[in-house]
């Protein structure tokens, strides 16, 4: 059995952290972790403790840091070749501009993270950044294009709960009295 390293038992201990809700004390773990990573070589999970930061920062509303590691975790996987992670990380930037309310550049993102997971195949992770981004385009005032997307993302989620299938099929009725295509 293999022996945890330093980074992965700080790794561990910033996520039970994050799930606790300790947020400053998790951004500490997860800093640690990739300064440790980092010295290793494994660029990839430093840049994911990047990635952890990220949205860490934007939790305790440290909007500059959050969006510093998130861009750095970004150019490392896009860097790297690592697609699915990249697009994680440019979903986590589109929330957290659309936090700060810049709606047009979150949907960017957003639509970038879409196209990338469409691209490796992971259905679950595009219908689910495709309903955030047409949350993002409602917000921003694209009520149709909006609907139709969050209706896209619905449509390929490999398992919708059952909230999410009352919405689908209210969205049809919609599309289908308003005569909107399908």
């Given at each position: 059995m293999e022996e945890r390293t330093d980074a992965e038992a700080l790794k561990a201990e910033?996520?039970?952290?994050?799930?606790?809700?300790?947020?400053?004390?998790?951004?500490?773990?997860?800093?640690?972790?990739?300064?440790l990573f980092a010295a290793e070589g494994n660029l990839a999970e430093a840049a994911e403790m990047l990635n952890n930061l990220g949205v860490t920062y934007r939790m305790l509303h440290q909007w500059d840091q959050a969006r510093t590691a998130l861009e750095e975790a970004q150019r490392t996987f896009a860097r790297l070749g690592d697609r699915s992670r990249e697009a994680q990380t440019l979903g986590n930037l589109g929330g957290l501009l659309a936090t700060k309310g810049d709606r047009l550049r979150a949907q960017e993102y957003l639509?970038?993270?879409?196209?990338?997971?469409?691209?490796?195949?992971?259905?679950?992770?595009?219908?689910e950044t495709l309903i955030a981004l047409g949350i993002q385009m409602w917000k921003a005032g694209d009520r149709r294009g909006g609907l139709q997307t969050y209706r896209e993302g619905l449509q390929i989620l490999e398992n919708p709960n059952p909230q999410q299938r009352f919405i689908l099929r209210l969205l049809g009725w919609l599309f289908w009295l308003l005569r909107w295509p399908v």
């Open positions: 910033g996520l039970r952290l994050f799930e606790e809700g300790l947020y400053e004390e998790a951004a500490e773990r997860f800093g640690q972790a990739q300064e639509r970038r993270a879409a196209d990338i997971f469409a691209e490796l195949g992971d259905r679950q992770r595009e219908g």
